[in-house]
């Protein structure tokens, strides 16, 4: 009998953004080489004006240093730009503030791996764990959710969150459209992959609250973040189809 395909046997690269992340980068380094001491990391460190760089080479990973500050989609286009260049099979993004936990990785590259999907979401709502948001920022999920489940014809509850993890097709159409415009990380990623042919799905995760450094949420933003997402979507959705070269085979 043939054996399951597994992630273990191919090359992984944690693809970790962070943008001024020195109080928390260090902890979350380390448990990531306790957890995982077999896969490839490299921080993209997204313009920062504190010491994240410095702390990733103290930790012996790899550094792709932004000269400007780019957003979260521009900085996770250079790691999947750097992932398809050195021909990595899987990438992760983790974050740098401590609210993916290490642990969770193998779930989510079991379940791309198992499903055999091109994107696999590591979900807050999805049965596991008990991550909890209120008021406007949970609206925008829940609308942009129901959204992007028709897009992407899956059964999507958490479409913001950032904890992805890509296969090989995903890596090479992200490498050239991974969208560095507000959002476009998310959302907008999302709409690119379905039509780009790729399929999307999500598994359970457990997630915690940022463990250091200044949140990017508040009421308002999240309201201004829900049109704006809306619009983003709009836009996308109405564009043109992706290039066919720039389709993955
Ligand atoms: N906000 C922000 N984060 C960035 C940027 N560039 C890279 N990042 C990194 O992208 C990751 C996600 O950013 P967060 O601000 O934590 O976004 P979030 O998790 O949606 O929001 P919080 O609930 O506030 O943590 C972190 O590791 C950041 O360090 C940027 O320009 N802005
Ligand atoms: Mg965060």
Redesign the pocket.
Known sequence: MTRMADFRDERVLII??????EETLGDVLDEVAAELPSVDVVV?D?GSTDRTSEVARAKGVRVLQLPI????G??MRAGYKFAARNRYTYTVQL???G?HPPKEVPTILDALVSTGADVMIGARFAGAGDYQTRGPRRWSMTVLSVILSRVTRAELTDT?S?FKACGPRAISLFSTTYPAEYLGDTVEALVIAARGGLTVDQTGVSMR??AG?????SPVKAAVFLVRALLALGIALTRPGIPTEERPA
């Open positions: 970790i953004p962070a943008w001024n992340e993209v997204d500050n780019l957003g979260v521009g900085a974050d740098a503030d609210q913001t950032g609250p940022r450094g200044r949140p990017s949420h």
